[in-house]
């Protein structure tokens, strides 16, 4: 009689007829859970979703899909591993699905950043349009005689000059001029 048969167990399936033990029945990979018994198909367990993720095998539950940690990262549904964010992007919440790119005028060399204050602002005098920069190359020289924000540069206005190795545009002393834009 087929209630003779016993049912494969959460978090298992087996897709073969015939079989004589418990060993037969597969556990649900990494990533993936099921709740249900007696199952018969792999498409029966159910992917973690995209920002979690699950190294057990045969795990019963939804419970088992855990948050990724900030700086890391599953773009997909059924991860096993959450991967660390590139150079050049951070994450910033528990349970990421993407990264956050660093923006222009900044730039960040390592991995698994946590927070947008990982992302390091162009040193004064230099500028970068780039997003996601991951090295102080992509920040670049401003031409003399103009301040930078990180993103861009400004000249300094007449009647003001930049030396060298200052960040802001200072004003002509009394009893001096510029009528010049960007001294």
Known sequence: EEADCQL?????????????????????????????????????????????????????????????????????????????????????????????VCGAGKYLSSTGADSETDCVLCEAGKYSSTEGATSQEACLDCPSGSTSDGLGCNACVAGTYIPSQESDCLRCPAGKYSSQVGA
């Open 8 to 100: 494969c167990g959460t978090g298992t399936y087996s897709t073969q007829q015939g079989q004589t033990s418990a060993a037969t029945c597969v556990g649900c990979g990494a990533g993936k859970y099921s709740s249900g018994q007696g199952e018969s198909a792999e498409s029966a367990c159910t992917r973690c979703v995209a920002g979690k993720y699950s190294s057990q095998v045969g795990a019963v539950s939804v419970d088992t899909c855990k948050d990724c940690a900030k700086g890391f990262f599953s773009s997909q549904a059924g991860a096993s591993v959450c991967a660390a964010c590139e150079e050049g992007k951070f994450a910033d919440g528990v349970g990421s699905d993407a990264c956050t």
